[in-house]
């Protein structure tokens, strides 16, 4: 069965820095998301991104944070000078287009977990 | 706020046993609804996906939606223990067609 993948599965990185994380969505797939999730807290959603540009994002997602689809296969976030905070576990999820009008099911990937240090 | 509430649990239901998961939500013109299932440090995986009233049966899962109480449902028949784990249920609200808002989750044991 088709997957979202990710990389790194584990990345740990100084305050400061910057830090990119990847995905591959499921290749029929043409909505791309990410979304984080605080250890112990809920999943939180970031952006969603369809037809090279950002249909949405939430108030987390603010100038730190920049998703781009460099090819054909790649969606990646990056975080720009990263803060303790966000320390997560970073979820890409991907679904197929809209049905009428409707979101279809999103598929996650297994997460990265970004340590902040 | 749109907001989608769940009761945190823990449920402990023994092996064979019907699970019942609640979830309530505040738009009323919400569309998607959506039961992952999240094991500890796991990521969301996807169990049901419902858009209509009444129910949707898959296997041992069904799924309940009522729009005009604002409240979906998940019934697991013949608990296993391997279903122990977080449910999350997840609503698109405020008109968007494309953002999740997820619940904090059920933690359901199936005690052997």
């Known amino acids: 069965e088709p997957e979202v993948t990710q990389t790194p599965s584990h990345q740990v990185t100084q305050m400061g820095q910057e830090v990119i994380l990847r995905c591959v969505p499921i290749?029929?797939?043409?909505?791309f998301y990410w979304y984080r999730q605080i250890l112990g807290q809920k999943v939180e959603f970031l952006v969603s991104?369809?037809?090279?540009?950002?249909?949405?994002k939430s108030e987390i997602f603010d100038d730190q944070f920049s998703v781009e689809r460099p090819d054909g296969s790649n969606f990646t976030l990056k975080i720009r000078s990263t803060k303790l905070e966000d320390s997560a576990m970073y979820f890409c999820?991907?679904?197929?287009?809209?049905?009428?009008?409707?979101?279809?099911?999103?598929?996650f990937g297994d997460g990265t977990r970004l340590s902040i240090l | 706020q749109k907001e989608v509430e769940q009761n945190s649990g823990p449920l402990s239901v023994p092996e064979g046993a019907i699970a019942s998961l609640n979830c309530t939500y505040s738009d009323r013109g919400s569309q998607s609804f959506f039961w992952y299932r999240q094991y500890s440090g796991k990521s969301p995986e996807l169990i049901m996906f419902?858009?209509?009233?009444g129910d949707k049966e898959d296997g041992r899962f069904t799924a309940q939606l009522n729009k005009a109480s604002q409240y979906v449902s998940l019934l697991i028949r013949d608990s296993q223990p391997s279903d122990s784990a977080t449910y999350l249920c997840a609503v698109t609200l405020g008109g968007s067609n494309y953002k999740l808002t997820f619940g904090k989750g059920t933690l359901l044991t199936v005690n052997p």
């Open positions: 419902i858009y209509s009233n």
């Open positions: 999820a991907s679904s197929e287009a809209l049905l009428a009008g409707i979101l279809q099911p999103q598929h």
């Open positions: 290749s029929n797939h043409l909505y």
């Open positions: 991104f369809y037809n090279n540009e950002i249909s949405e």
